[in-house]
């Protein structure tokens, strides 16, 4: 038995579990399982894939990106259909159970209802979910049902049209709200919103938010705001925090917390609302990270394989397709950035530096 802490196990009896103490740090809240997957060297085992379909967006955050937009990817540089089916067939093969579809903004993917239909016929079926601003969902969203998509999460952080505006420098409120209805009506349910609040900009509208979700029974979630901007300008200190946040809420209802089993590896801490059975979720990602429970992995519409929202590093699997490079080969390149996986992602640490890309190039 091999137990080299440099690369990814081969067999099950090389599994972290199996290679001795030193290794038994596994950190995730599920067991290792017993074929060897997507494992890391902390031994947890990643199952939920992530994939950026563009770095495009016809929204500007301010929270995600500048004004100007950022230099976009060329079309050649992005991954083909081809190539996503095979990269996430192979990913399919490696554990991965739940796929979502993100960007950039997901929804400008031309012919998305034909690739969502190529990832739900693969074997066995991941379930498919997608993370969008929701410009375009009122028009797509029965295909995108048809096609196989199981549910998706429209970001949506006020419900305030001025607000909306100066928030995203994009005057599109009702086409969100239409988007929302749409995916509903198409069943792509629970329909969940995604919401991140910032200090003087939209954080004293939060309880209006979730009133205005429960009354359409949309599944709301805050996010805390992490340094993934692409302008590099977060600040903590300026950070509207999960604790405000439940805060907030906690002054228009009465907010139960569920124990943490109802959320197994998901990261937000879920609340019954005036006692249910309608819930919020709050994600506290930079004040109480979930990474020791992280099962996730995420594929760069430029065909990069990253095992963290915050690496540093990222595997080219781009290149060797183009250069005819076997499954063989790939598995062994996904699995040794896996393998990589730090125990954490740092910010707060003294030497934390944001990631070279920002969320909108690496897919949230
Ligand atoms: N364009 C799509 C959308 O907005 O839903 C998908 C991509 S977007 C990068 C995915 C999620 O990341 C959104 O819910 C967005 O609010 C969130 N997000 C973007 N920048 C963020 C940041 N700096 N901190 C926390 N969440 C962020
Ligand atoms: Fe676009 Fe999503 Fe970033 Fe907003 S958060 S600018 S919608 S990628």
């Not at 929204?59 to 500048?66: A, D, E, G, N």
């Not at 949309?218 to 692409?230: G, K, N, S, T, V």
Request: hydrophobic share 40%; glycine share 10%.
């Amino acid at each position: 038995m091999s137990a080299d802490p440099t690369r990814p196990p081969e067999t099950a009896s090389e599994r972290p579990d199996a290679v001795g103490p030193q290794r038994l740090v596994a950190v995730g809240r599920r067991p290792v399982t017993p074929r060897v997957g997507l494992v890391d060297s902390f031994g947890r085992v990643a199952t939920d894939l992530r994939v950026s379909l563009t770095d495009h967006c016809n929204l500007r955050c301010t929270y995600c990106m500048p004004a100007e937009g950022l230099p976009w990817m060329a079309p050649p540089q992005m991954l083909s259909d081809d190539e996503i089916v095979r990269v996430v067939g192979l990913l399919v093969g490696l554990g991965v159970t739940k796929l979502r579809l993100t960007g950039g903004e997901p929804l400008l993917r031309a012919g998305l209802p034909e690739l969502i239909g190529r990832l739900g016929a693969l074997e066995p079926r991941p379930h498919l979910a997608m993370t969008t601003n929701g410009l375009g969902l009122a028009r797509l969203a029965p295909a995108l049902a048809t096609a196989g998509l199981d549910r998706v999460n429209v970001s949506l952080d006020t419900v305030d049209r001025a607000e909306f505006a100066a928030l995203t420098r994009r005057d599109r409120l009702p086409d969100v709200i239409a988007g929302l209805a749409a995916a509903d009506a198409a069943g792509l349910r629970p329909v969940k919103v995604n919401a991140v609040a910032m200090r003087g900009v939209n954080d004293h509208g939060v309880a209006d938010l979730l009133d205005w979700c429960l009354e359409r029974g949309y599944e709301l979630r805050f996010i805390e705001q992490m340094p993934l901007d692409a302008q590099h300008s977060w600040q903590r200190s300026a950070m509207i925090s999960a604790a405000e946040v439940r805060e907030r809420l906690s002054t228009r209802h009465e907010l139960t917390a569920l124990p943490d089993v109802a959320r197994g590896s998901a990261p937000a801490e879920l609340f019954l609302v005036d006692g249910g059975p309608a819930t919020v979720g709050i994600v506290a990602s930079v004040t109480a990270p979930f990474c020791g429970a992280c099962d996730r992995v995420r594929l760069t519409a430029d065909g990069m394989v990253r095992n963290c929202l915050f690496a540093r590093g990222e595997v080219d699997l781009r290149g060797p397709l183009r250069d005819g490079a076997d499954d063989q080969e790939l598995v062994r390149l996904i699995r040794g950035e896996m393998w990589r996986k730090a125990r954490g992602h740092g910010i707060g640490a003294p030497d934390f530096t944001q990631p070279a890309r920002p969320m909108s190039a690496i897919g949230g």
